[in-house]
């Protein structure tokens, strides 16, 4: 879905530009998901696992600006893409179509700097202007700063998916299912 760029003024004085994500972003979105996989243990996949061609990616890209009830928007600080979220349709059946998934990642050069919940206040409102009434996310145990986060936007614990990630050393971590009623 194509929506309004907005711009904001972080904490440290610079603008950030929240916007939909367009398919001349492919590569640097490519690069943007390398760097954010290696710099937290909190993502579903490793740096090396970022595998899509540029245009694979353009594709991808493409059908989210395309799709009626489903977003991707990256923030952009001077040229940079500095982080990105989504909106994720559960599908088109009655008995789903009023829930949506939602992910949101930083790169850490960027955190604290208000981007993050910036992105969530537009994409909750963009959620619910796409007519969903809930929306769900899964949060990695150990992840403070995002659980907190999700609480502070309204989002309430429902459950807990046990060694919900396998991670290289053979060691496991939970996650976290939340749901914000919109």
Not at 107 to 129: F, H
Request: proline share 2%; glycine share 6%.
């Amino acid at each position: 879905m194509l929506f309004e760029e907005k711009k904001i003024k972080l904490k440290d004085g610079r603008i950030c530009i929240l916007r939909p994500v367009e398919t001349k972003d492919a590569e640097d979105m490519l690069e943007y998901l390398r760097m954010v996989s290696s710099e937290t243990p909190f993502l579903l996949r490793n740096e090396d696992e970022v595998t899509y061609t540029v245009e694979a990616e353009e594709q991808l890209l493409k059908n989210k600006r395309n799709h009626p009830r489903e977003i991707m928007m990256v923030a952009e600080v001077e040229g940079i893409i500095a982080g990105n979220c989504g909106i994720t349709s559960h599908g088109n059946l009655r008995r789903v179509c009023h829930r949506c998934g939602f992910a949101i990642a930083l790169k850490e050069a960027y955190w604290n700097l208000g981007i993050g919940s910036a992105m969530m206040e537009y994409a909750l409102y963009l959620a619910k202007r796409m007519e969903y009434e809930q929306v769900e996310l899964e949060v990695v145990d150990g992840n403070h700063r995002a659980k907190s986060l999700y609480e502070r936007f309204g989002f309430k614990e429902t459950g807990k998916n046990f060694r919900a990630l396998k991670y290289d050393d053979g060691s496991y971590r939970d996650e976290y299912k939340m749901v914000k009623i919109l």
